[in-house]
Nanobody, 125 residues
Framework: VQLQASGGGLVQPGASLRLSCVVSGRTFTSYPMGWFRQAPGKEREFVAT????????YYTDPVKGRFTISRDNAKKTVYLQMNSLKPDDTDVYYC???????????????????WGQGTLVTVSS
């Protein structure tokens, strides 16, 4: 199973980025997906999650109204649209897939079975 995340980069405060994560080697459609982020020396923290069908999402409070998670099951891809970026959003962002079919939304890293390699987002003027 491989999760390939991309789309990170260096942007100024207020800018937008869209992260993508392509899943290969495993069924995509029936599993919830999540995005997490982690700064050096800190624990990995939850950002957003989406259910298997794409009609239910949940976000951590600091990103509500600015970030949007979505998925394209035909392309086996999950996205994280990030708008109005702030310096505090600077982190390595990881995508993750839950291990159980049709499982619910989850916010803890231990609830996810497979992880991408991470993509760095830097927000700085």
């Amino acid at each position: 199973v491989q999760l390939q995340a991309s789309g990170g980069g260096l942007v100024q405060p207020g800018a937008s980025l869209r992260l993508s994560c392509v899943v290969s080697g495993r069924t995509f459609t029936s599993y919830p997906m999540g995005w997490f982020r982690q700064a050096p020396g800190k624990e990995r923290e939850f950002v957003a999650t989406i259910n298997w069908s794409g009609d239910s999402t949940y976000y951590t409070d600091p990103v509500k109204g600015r970030f949007t998670i979505s998925r394209d099951n035909a392309k086996k891809t999950v996205y994280l649209q990030m708008n109005s970026l702030k310096p505090d959003d600077t982190d390595v962002y990881y995508c993750a897939q839950r291990g159980e079919h049709y499982s619910g939304l989850a916010t803890h890293p231990s609830d996810y079975a497979y992880w991408g390699q991470g993509t760095l987002v830097t927000v700085s003027s």
